[in-house]
């Protein structure tokens, strides 16, 4: 779950109607990685990665509207995992890596009398762009767990920072921090 908030937006919300489902915004994702060992404490792995995400902003809005934004994106996540020792099968790990993706579907609303409705011209939006790929860098520290000699569980603490800027970015910060759970089996291709 990143959680996707502009700070300045979120520290001078006005807790109405219109605002208060965006009080928490956050972005629930899904992840499918496959990663191959190098050595005992080295892993490398790519995969795709796909999360939604709502926020809404006040900042240099066109026409004078606040916009709620929700957008999906979908990337290929490329990263190092290393493992620290430890007596048992249990231990913490880092992991660098990158992700290059796509932003797929961009909405936004703006309130009106009858409730948010969908503003249909999105290239009105002030910084609109029709530039939708990124690049993120990632970083994560986290705890492994063994079950059982071909399955594990993992939770992680994750953060990363968008390189290349999508228009999108004028709303919404550049840095993102969440929290992964994360469960690991082993098959014959990676044995």
């Known amino acids: 779950m990143a959680h996707y908030v502009n700070i300045d937006d979120f520290k001078n919300q006005r807790y109405d109607s219109y605002e208060s489902g965006y009080k928490y915004p956050f972005s629930p994702g899904l992840e499918l990685m496959v990663q191959r060992k190098f050595l005992n404490y080295l892993e490398l792995g790519s995969g795709i990665s796909f999360q ?13 509207y606040i916009h709620r934004f929700q957008c999906t994106e979908i990337s290929i996540p490329l990263e190092a995992r290393i493992y620290f020792p430890q007596k048992n099968n249990n231990r913490f ?11 797929v579907g961009v909405t936004s609303r703006i309130p009106q009398s009858v409730g948010w409705t969908e503003w249909k011209e999105l290239e009105k939006i002030a910084r609109y762009s029709t530039d939708q790929f990124f690049t ?8 492994y767990w063994k079950l059982n000699e071909k399955e594990g569980i993992s939770l992680l603490s994750f953060v990363t920072y968008r390189i290349n800027a999508t228009w999108l970015n004028t709303y919404q910060e550049r840095i993102h921090w969440g929290i992964k759970f994360s469960y690991q089996f082993k098959t014959l291709l990676t044995d």
């Open 93 to 103: 790990f880092l992991s660098l890596g990158a992700y290059n993706g796509v932003q």
């Open 52 to 64: 939604t995400s709502k926020f809404q902003s006040h900042v240099n809005i066109s026409y004078g």
């Open 136 to 143: 993120d860098t990632y970083s994560d520290i986290g705890y």
